[in-house]
């Protein structure tokens, strides 16, 4: 079991997501946008961060930088799950520590299946 933080300022893409995540047996923690992430790091042991790019106070792209900066997420993964397909914004978030990216409406076989490939 992984624990799974998942970031994202739609409470119905959260839940979903969520709902997914502990069916296939991940504990989640929740965050309506990257402020919320940043003050819950270091409060509890995440194994892998899952975040939207477009939310209030600090965006995806922000937060990514953020998280490489502090201890306890400087290397832990990061995948951005989003509506962006700009490949411009794909490569900043890259160059900024993500470790990979996922568009929305996704499949949940397909994001499990990237998770588990995340964490081994």
């Known amino acids: 079991m992984s624990r799974i933080m998942?970031?994202?300022?739609?409470?119905?893409m959260r839940a979903l997501i969520a709902q997914t995540l502990r069916?296939?047996?991940?504990?989640?923690?929740?965050?309506a946008d990257g402020q919320?992430?940043?003050d819950l790091v270091g409060t509890t042991k995440i194994d892998l961060f899952l975040c939207d790019v477009n939310m209030p106070r600090?965006?995806?792209?922000?937060l990514v930088k953020r998280l490489r900066t502090l201890a306890p997420s400087k290397f832990t993964p990061i995948l951005m799950l989003t509506t962006e397909v700009d490949p411009e914004k794909i490569k900043v978030a890259k160059a900024a520590g993500a470790t990979g990216w996922m568009v929305k409406p996704f499949?949940?076989?397909q994001l499990l299946a990237t998770i588990r490939k995340v964490l081994t």
């Open 6 to 12: 998942v970031v994202d300022d739609s409470n119905s």
């Open 23 to 31: 069916g296939a047996g991940h504990e989640v923690t929740e965050a």
């Open 36 to 38: 919320f992430a940043l």
């Open 58 to 62: 600090i965006d995806g792209l922000t």
């Open 107 to 109: 499949q949940p076989d």
